[in-house]
């Protein structure tokens, strides 16, 4: 099976992680256990949606200002653009944020899905609108990310499902991971062992 695209997460995979969802959730008055901000803020009360909606943003542009790559991230992304494999990002933040972690490193890639264009992961929406506008099948198909929610958008659209361990919490996905990496670099074995 050759690789047809590489799809990305963006905090904690393709920038190292500053995000801190704890803070988020106190600032927005949301219990410290809330498996998703997002889900929740959408079941406030108007008023209250508003504010945790500009809380969020407010946290996501810091964060996108204040980002640093991955090791290897900008390599990679070289690498499989000389190998003619698509590369998207698919993030639960907002296109500003996300525009804004690729203007400032001078990132580029095929496309780009956040929570403005459709359901957010686990949902597999994203990994199949960025499939159809590539051109490429879900099979062939890695979706790379810290979280599990990653992993979970990659298996309900019959996609790899790749764990980067990038953090304290990642032994967590394991059981949802096609393949676990340390780095990012890892990805051309894998997609060197895909295509053996």
Request: hydrophobic share 40%; charged share 20%.
């Amino acid at each position: 099976m050759s690789v047809q695209s590489v799809l990305f997460d963006l905090d904690g995979t393709l920038t190292v992680p500053l995000l801190d969802f704890d803070l988020i959730r106190r600032q927005i008055g949301l219990p410290p256990d809330c498996p998703s901000i997002l889900a929740a803020i959408e079941n406030l009360p108007e008023t209250q949606r508003r504010q945790a909606w500009e809380i969020l943003c407010r946290h996501e542009e810091v964060a996108a200002l204040h980002s640093t790559l991955q090791p290897s991230a900008k390599s990679l992304l070289d690498y499989l653009r000389q190998k003619n494999i698509k590369t998207g990002i698919l993030t639960r933040n907002s296109r500003a944020s996300a525009q804004t972690v690729l203007t400032k490193h001078r990132i580029t890639v095929d496309g780009m899905i956040t929570r403005e264009d459709g359901p957010p992961k686990p949902d597999p929406f994203g990994v199949l609108a960025l499939c159809r506008l590539f051109q490429t099948i879900p099979s062939r198909t890695l979706v790379v990310g810290d979280f599990l929610h990653d992993l979970q958008s990659a298996k309900n659209a019959g996609a790899v499902a790749v764990l980067f361990k990038s953090h304290h919490r990642a032994d967590e996905f394991v059981p949802w991971a096609d393949f676990v990496i340390h780095s990012l670099d890892e990805i051309r074995l894998i997609i060197d062992n895909l295509s053996g």
